[in-house]
């Protein structure tokens, strides 16, 4: 379960309780039918549209950010960025995540066109415990790819690429490439937010970059077939988020597709999980993405691995 920040979950309730709940829950179904179109122009039109996608949605993005970032920390233990660069940061999601991850960072810019938005997002970073939130640099902008800015160890593009029309998303991943040691993009978990990371990833590669996470190559993708990989983080729910969604559970699983490619030393696992494993008695499958798909199964004579296997998660590394 992957829960915000304390001081960012009190600072969050306290500025969405600033809106009537019906006001809210409104804005969130709005929201929600938004965001099942491609958008290519502003989702948040309002102070309360902003409200319900930082309650319903930002824990959500920080889930699957932190998620992600988390394997990209095991797969490049020599990196420890001073920097980061948020690229479409919205409320600041992805800032909260990778200093979560990655206590290093010192300086954090967050790049958002909307300034209701950014508004919220530096309220939000005010609470932080961290310097690097608390002091982040809100750069009111589109994003283009002559953006005023510094490079930066790490730069996040989070649920934000699909917003981008289809001719400024590869000028923008290209510019990225040269401004940073590595990249993290992350997409909805569906197959159009795959293919968006897909080719992020195709473009990464061939700009010099090396695939950190989730793939244990940088080869071609043997899912490119037609078929695609997802992986899923665990939030737990407030009270209102479940209220604003119309929902009973205490938790929900944000799926995501992500990529993480760098320029620094990477060690990639040998193979990584890429659905929930299935467990039988005495006998674990795993589907396994190595250098093609390819499913394999652990039974109880093979002892330490069997027991690994008990263990091991969908999104996981695997030996
Ligand atoms: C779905 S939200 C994701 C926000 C955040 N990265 C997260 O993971 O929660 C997308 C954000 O990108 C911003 N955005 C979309 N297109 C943009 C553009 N062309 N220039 C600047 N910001 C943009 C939107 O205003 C919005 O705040």
Known sequence: ??????????????MVARHREQDLARAAGRLTARYRQPIHEPALRSAVDV?????????????AVTAALTQAAVCVPDFQPASQLDIGGGTGAAIWAATAVWPSLRHVTVVERDLAVIEFGRRLAASAVHPAVRNATWNRSEIRVDLNTSPADLITLSYVLGELPPAVRDPVVGWLAGQATTVAVIEPGTPDGHARVLAARDQLIGLGMRVAAPCPHSASCPLAGGDWCHFSARLPRTGLHRRLKSAELGFEDEKFSYVIATFAPAIPPDSRVLRHPRTRKGLVTLTLCADGVREESVSKRHGDVYRAARNVEWGDPWL
């Open 1 to 14: 379960m992957i829960t915000l920040p304390a001081e960012l979950g009190h600072a969050l309730a306290a």
């Open 51 to 63: 409200a319900a996608y930082a309650a319903t949605r930002m824990p959500a993005t920080y889930a």
